[in-house]
């Protein structure tokens, strides 16, 4: 089986990674962790690092209950550590990129501020393919949280994973619910925002003070907010190349 990178934005001590390295071990892939040493939350594909003599600064790390796995805390974003990974950090290269699973959904236009989403894109540049999963967790959540529900759909999922072109880059978001409460898996489109929403909350002097809100608004039919919020484990393919109407400057040049 292929080698996997595991990393997220939630940092290396996230449940959620470390229910996604245990589900890619089960899967038989495998596995070496690099992920930032805190949280990256809202990084995008950014490729910002704390360096230190012009090398970005890594620590290595044992991670409980996984005696034998390379892990690697690194003071940088996502998508830094993609890029590194990627292009010479390690020996063999990893052949695919697993991001997450995030604390909270990642769907809906959105997905543009997302490091566990920019994560796998910088993987798309290096023609690697990717999976990032989230779990749909709210805003300030309250019990417990089914990591296991989205650990268990990895392994369906890497059967497609592993029987396409090289640098595609998948997007897994699965309900915050026990997984004999969750429907089948649905392709999905994304919704018009997300599932949490920047907004300004308060400006004084020379001051903003942003807060994060969930989206109240009815999410449309068959997009990933909507069937989500049904009950369903949505999967949308991404990508990050030009439009698909490549005519429009074409034409705005030609009338000039």
């Known amino acids: 089986m292929p080698r996997a990178l595991v990393t997220n934005d939630d940092g290396i001590d996230s449940p959620g990674l470390h229910a996604l390295v245990g589900a890619a071990q089960k899967a038989g892939l495998d596995v070496i962790v690099a992920a930032p040493v805190e949280q990256a939350s809202g990084a995008s594909a950014a490729l910002t690092a704390v360096r230190r003599d012009g090398r970005t600064v890594v620590e290595p790390r044992e991670l409980p209950g996984f005696d034998g796995v390379e892990a690697w805390a ?19 290269r990893p052949e695919l990129v697993l991001s997450g699973i995030n604390h909270g959904a990642n769907v809906g ?6 490091g566990t989403v920019g994560a796998a894109l910088t993987a798309k540049i290096s023609d690697t393919r990717a999976l990032a999963v989230s779990l749909d967790v709210a805003l300030h959540p309250t019990g417990e ?11 369906p999922v890497l059967d497609l994973l592993l029987d396409v072109p090289d640098g595609t880059v998948l997007s897994l978001n699965v309900p915050d619910r026990p997984a004999d409460q969750v429907g089948p898996i649905r392709h999905a489109r994304l919704a018009r925002g997300g599932a949490v929403q920047t907004r300004v909350e308060e400006v004084r002097g020379g001051d903003v003070r942003l807060a ?10 068959d997009t990933d907010s909507a069937l989500l919020d049904a009950g369903h484990p949505t999967l949308t393919a991404l990508r990050s190349v030009e439009a698909d109407d490549g005519d429009l400057v074409q034409r705005w040049l030609g009338s000039r």
């Open 212 to 221: 994060e809100v969930e989206v109240s608004d009815e999410p449309e039919a």
């Open 145 to 155: 949280r089914h990591w296991d529900t989205a650990a268990g759909l990895l392994a």
């Open 74 to 92: 690194v003071h940088a974003q996502p998508g830094h550590i993609v890029a590194a990974a990627l292009n010479g950090w390690f020996d063999p």
């Open 109 to 114: 236009r959105a997905i543009l501020h997302s």
